[in-house]
Nanobody, 129 residues
Framework: QVQLVESGGGRVQAGGSLRLSCAAS????????MGWFRQAPGKEREFVAA????????YYADSVKDRFTISRDNAKNTVYLQMNSLKPEDTAVYYC??????????????????????WGQGTQVTVTS
């Protein structure tokens, strides 16, 4: 069973930075894609970023491109989301997700919640103005 545990959320002023971590366990993740999603109060959960574990190709939502960076550490089985130049509209619960079938999938599908089979519990990010 795959387990995903997020950490690193918190409260920060606009313009600040945070780094989220997602520790993955339970499988070998070489064929996986890992994604970050976020959900603000009263809104749908939305795609933020994704990375193919093998090869490290990355994908971003337009709203975070050039501010956020997704990366992974193979030795630690951990995926990171470095968030810079944070804005109040980035306030949300951030979720890590895992797609075990990424080897067979076009990156087009990485933006969809339904692509991912495993989810973490989420970590709160609050950006104050």
């Amino acid at each position: 069973q795959v387990q995903l545990v997020e950490s690193g959320g918190g409260r920060v002023q606009a313009g600040g930075s945070l780094r989220l971590s997602c520790a993955a366990s339970g499988r070998a993740f070489g064929s996986y894609a890992m994604g970050w999603f976020r959900q603000a109060p009263g809104k749908e959960r939305e795609f933020v970023a994704a990375i193919r574990w093998s090869g490290g190709s990355t994908y971003y939502a337009d709203s975070v491109k050039d501010r956020f960076t997704i990366s992974r550490d193979n030795a630690k089985n951990t995926v990171y989301l470095q968030m810079n130049s944070l804005k109040p509209e980035d306030t949300a619960v951030y979720y890590c997700a895992a797609d075990p079938d990424a080897s067979y999938r076009s990156s087009y599908f990485f933006t969809a919640k339904s692509t991912y089979e495993y989810w973490g519990q989420g970590t709160q990010v609050t950006v104050t103005s």
